[in-house]
Nanobody, 123 residues
């Protein structure tokens, strides 16, 4: 049985940091990424890591602030979030793709999703 489980969300003030973790079990995924959904908005891609190598991908709004990393042996991906802003407030989801990160922002490619973890940033 495949499972994807996120952890590490919380509440911080603007400028603070949080680290999210996502562990997948039941399958060896080659592409794992972070997506977020703010109230009233569509889910959007944040950062993706290719667990078979070193490639990483970021949406423009988080470049220079967020860092995605992965431990392929553990089927785990992390999201280090620094300099958080109120507009980063959202539920963050981890998605796992059995492919090789060919369409990283196409959410239909991610067959498995976690339950989400809440990140709240106050001004």
């Amino acid at each position: 049985q495949v499972q994807v489980v996120e952890s590490g969300g919380g509440s911080v003030q603007a400028g603070g940091s949080l680290r999210l973790s996502c562990v997948a079990s039941g399958y060896k995924f080659r592409c794992m990424g972070w997506f977020r959904q703010a109230p009233g908005k569509e889910r959007e891609g944040v950062a993706v890591a290719y667990t078979g190598g070193s490639a990483t991908y970021y949406t423009d709004s988080v470049k220079g602030r967020f860092t995605v990393s992965q431990d392929g042996a553990k089927n785990t991906v992390y999201l280090q979030m620094n300099a958080l802003k109120p507009e980063d407030t959202a539920t963050y989801y981890c998605g796992a793709d059995v492919g090789a990160c060919r369409s990283v922002w196409d959410q239909s490619k991610y067959a498995y999703w976690g339950q989400g973890t809440q990140v709240s940033v106050s001004s």
